[in-house]
């Protein structure tokens, strides 16, 4: 699993595994993000897999939030995001990107890995 943060607050780039080997270290880069930043936007067009652990956390991401009064969504979501929702009987529209404004990419972006 990789995540991609821009310098601009626009997203972060999930790559890879949105699953239960990948959720605990995902969950503490979301959180690191949500306490330092105006907004939550993830771009998931790079997820090639994701199980029921990868949404539960995204689910209470999207809770955290709004908790915070902070916009939270999902953009470019890949059909292993949507299947997986589907699996689940959970609508990723849910996640929709409507709430973000989407800003111009002026920045340069820096990669995190997590293993």
Do not use: W, Y
Not at 4 to 29: F, M, P, R, W, Y
Not at 76 to 104: D, K, R, V
Request: glycine residues 4%.
């Amino acid at each position: 699993m990789q995540v991609i943060a821009d310098q601009c607050d626009t997203a972060l780039i999930l790559t890879g595994a949105l699953d239960n080997s990948t959720v605990d270290e995902v969950h503490k880069a979301l959180l690191a993000h949500l306490e330092h930043h105006s907004r939550i936007s993830l771009n998931l067009s790079q997820i090639e897999s994701c199980d029921a652990a990868g949404l539960q956390l995204l689910i209470a991401m999207q809770r955290s939030a709004g908790a915070a009064a902070k916009p939270f969504a999902v953009i470019a979501p890949t059909n292993a995001f949507t299947t997986a929702c589907a699996n689940l009987g959970i609508s990723s529209t849910q996640f929709a990107a409507a709430a973000i404004p989407l800003l111009e990419p002026v920045c340069t972006e820096t990669d995190t890995t997590i293993d």
